[in-house]
């Protein structure tokens, strides 16, 4: 049986040249992994406007969604993830975790200090790349 694909966007959320990753929550499936906050695509929803909901519902705050960066793929025992990840730059307030246990602020050489969900891991290796390019 074909697994089940589950389109979810992620947020690269830059600020002084640091990218926030955020650690899952207790209870969560890919506990204790770290990822770009976001979520699920709902039908009728942009990839822009997902990631506006979702950062409002999981951070609290308001942010401006900016260029798309990087699809990738990656096949778990629940379903094949789908993640398409966009730029996006916090126009709120200061975020406040709901469903991730922390966060922290990134810079170039820290981006491989924690352990990133594996669906993440082609977008870091992107960035990685963007960010020495600079």
């Given at each position: ?30 506990e ?46 629940f ?23 922390q ?16 669906a ?15």
């Amino acid at each position: 049986m074909a697994k089940k694909l589950i389109h979810v966007v992620g947020a690269v959320l830059v600020r002084d040249g640091k990218i926030m990753a955020a650690q899952r929550g207790p209870g969560r499936a890919l506990e204790g992994y770290w990822e770009f906050p976001g979520g699920k695509i709902e039908p009728g929803e942009s990839p822009q406007q997902t990631l506006a909901r979702e950062l409002r519902e999981e951070l609290l705050t308001d942010a401006e969604v900016g260029e798309f960066i990087a699809r990738s793929e990656y096949e778990y025992d629940f379903g094949i993830v789908r993640l398409d990840a966009y730029f996006a730059k916090i126009i709120g307030k200061e975020p406040t975790l709901t469903e991730h246990k922390q966060s922290r602020w990134l810079g170039a050489d820290e981006l491989f200090s924690v352990e990133w969900a594996p669906a993440d891991i082609p977008v870091i290796e992107e960035l990685a790349r963007q960010m020495k390019g600079n």
